[in-house]
C-alpha cells in the first residue's frame, strides 16, 4: 500500500474517483469476474461441436434443467426474475397487528409513528 493511501484512510476520506492515492480496488487491475467474462467467449475446448464456453454451459444447463428441478427453477428465475410472493394473513387478508401500551402518552407516540407523524423523543438517561 502506497504511505499516501494509508494517510487517506486514516483521514476518513473515501474513494476519489481519478485519485491513485485514494483507497479502493485500483481500476485496471484484472479480477476474477473479468477474466471469466473474457473467457466465456472463447472456444470451449471440451466440446466437440466447437461453441463457446458461454453456448456449451448455457445448453448444460438447459440440459440439466429438463431432469432437476432446482435448476430449471435457477433457470427461469435468472431470465424472468423471481415471482412475487405476496404476504397476508390468513385467507389472503392483510396482517393485522395488535399493539398495547401502557399510558397516553405512549399511546399517542405510537400513533404518530403508525400514521407516518415525525417522532422527537427527549430520553434522557439518570
Known sequence: M???????????KQFQKGNKLSPGRP???????????EKLDEVCLYD??????KEYLVDRWLAHSLVNVTYFRELT???????LQPIGGENGEPIKYEISVK?????Q??????????VVSNISLS
Request: glycine content about 10%.
Open 77 to 83: 428465475e435468472r431470465l424472468e426474475g423471481k415471482v
Open 48 to 53: 466437440p461441436e466447437g461453441r463457446t464456453w
Open 2 to 12: 502506497h504511505p499516501n493511501s494509508l494517510a487517506n484512510l486514516e483521514k476518513g
Open 109 to 118: 407516540l405510537t400513533d404518530r409513528i403508525i400514521k407516518g407523524g415525525s
Open 27 to 37: 481500476r485496471n487491475e484484472l479480477s476474477l469476474t473479468n477474466l471469466a467474462r
Open 103 to 107: 399510558d397516553t402518552e405512549t399511546r
